[in-house]
T-cell receptor
Framework: DTGVSQDPRHKITKRGQNVTFRCDPISEHNRLYWYRQTLGQGPEFLTYFQNEAQLEKSRLLSDRFSAERPKGSFSTLEIQRTEQGDSAMYLC?????????????FGPGTRLTVL | GEDVEQSLFLSVREGDSSVINCTYTDSSSTYLYWYKQEPGAGLQLLTYIFSNMDMKQDQRLTVLLNKKDKHLSLRIADTQTGDSAIYFCAENRGGRRALTFGSGTRLQVQP
């Protein structure tokens, strides 16, 4: 399977714990995105990387959230001191180098439940 | 996605055409997209249209864009039960990489 993969697919945690999600983009895609989707809503943009550089962050990305893409390949999204409001589906997407239209390919998501 | 609006639900009979509508607010968006999301699955890009186009056809899918009214529609011809899903329109405001999504239209296809 050469699509975007995410791990884990599901995560249940207690309030106050830290969690980390991983995304592996499609090989050779240099752009990587994180979105969050809550029930009944469309995805909301969180942050975007081009290679290893984090080029844009949403206001939704509070200080408790941090994302990295150290070698320009896979990315991690960490949430510290989780809150119940963090419960959502976290989606990762990637897009190829040089694309004028940003055709983003999405992974299956990580569903986070904060108890 | 509060600034990209879609109706919540659409029900059609198998074989009929479906039309899903979307209104957006940013005239500087360069591309507009339609994504499909099936239960338990990720988002699948169906089609897109460049902002200087009025129409794009791709097999059973037809996208119409009215820039004056900031209105986008997706027509699915000969709708099948496999088309049942949630459909999202999305725009890239100001040419940014980030996509802004609508809240989605749930399409139900009745046999």
């Amino acid at each position: 399977d050469t699509g975007v993969s995410q791990d884990p697919r599901h995560k249940i945690t207690k309030r106050g714990q830290n969690v980390t999600f991983r995304c592996d983009p499609i090989s050779e895609h240099n752009r990587l995105y994180w979105y969050r989707q809550t029930l009944g809503q469309g995805p909301e943009f969180l942050t975007y990387f081009q290679n290893e550089a984090q080029l844009e962050k949403s206001r939704l990305l509070s200080d408790r959230f941090s994302a990295e893409r150290p070698k320009g390949s896979f990315s991690t999204l960490e949430i510290q001191r989780t809150e119940q409001g963090d419960s959502a589906m976290y989606l990762c997407a990637s897009s190829p180098r040089g694309a004028l239209r940003d055709e983003q390919f999405f992974g299956p998501g990580t569903r986070l439940t904060v108890l | 996605g509060e600034d990209v609006e879609q109706s919540l639900f659409l029900s059609v009979r198998e074989g009929d055409s479906s039309v899903i509508n979307c209104t957006y607010t940013d005239s500087s968006s360069t591309y507009l997209y339609w994504y499909k999301q099936e239960p338990g699955a990720g988002l699948q890009l169906l089609t897109y249209i460049f902002s200087n186009m009025d129409m794009k056809q791709d097999q059973r899918l037809t996208v119409l864009l009215n820039k004056k009214d900031k209105h986008l529609s997706l027509r699915i011809a000969d709708t099948q039960t496999g088309d049942s899903a949630i459909y999202f329109c999305a725009e890239n405001r100001g040419g940014r990489r980030a996509l802004t999504f609508g809240s989605g239209t749930r399409l139900q296809v009745q046999p």
